[in-house]
């Protein structure tokens, strides 16, 4: 069974050429969250999300993985 993926954090990390532990310093957590959310185990808040965002110099929106349904 594939694992889903909901954000693309470790995406962006890299191109934005910063790593799991410049992100996790920026946000004063665990280097170990934060791999977490780039393995798509865990999910950081919506208040997080934004922070990352900002940090990232991205929108949040651009964090997720959008999701393509069918029909129109």
Same mark, same amino acid.
């Given at each position: 069974?594939?694992?889903?993926?909901?954000?693309? #954090?470790?995406?962006?990390?890299?191109?934005?050429?910063?790593?799991? #532990? +410049?992100?996790a310093d920026a946000?004063?957590?665990?280097?170990?969250?934060?791999?977490?959310?780039?393995?798509?185990?865990?999910?950081? !808040? #919506?208040?997080?999300?934004?922070?990352?965002?900002?940090?990232?110099?991205?929108?949040?929106? +651009?964090?997720?993985? !959008?999701?393509?349904? !069918?029909?129109?």
């Open positions: 069974m594939s694992k889903t993926t909901y954000n693309r #954090i470790k995406s962006v990390l890299a191109e934005k050429k910063k790593t799991n #532990i +410049d992100l946000l004063k957590i665990a280097p170990e969250t934060v791999s977490s959310w780039c393995t798509n185990s865990a999910q950081p !808040s #919506i208040k997080r999300l934004f922070e990352v965002a900002v940090y990232l110099e991205v929108e949040a929106g +651009d964090l997720l993985v !959008s999701v393509k349904t !069918s029909g129109s």
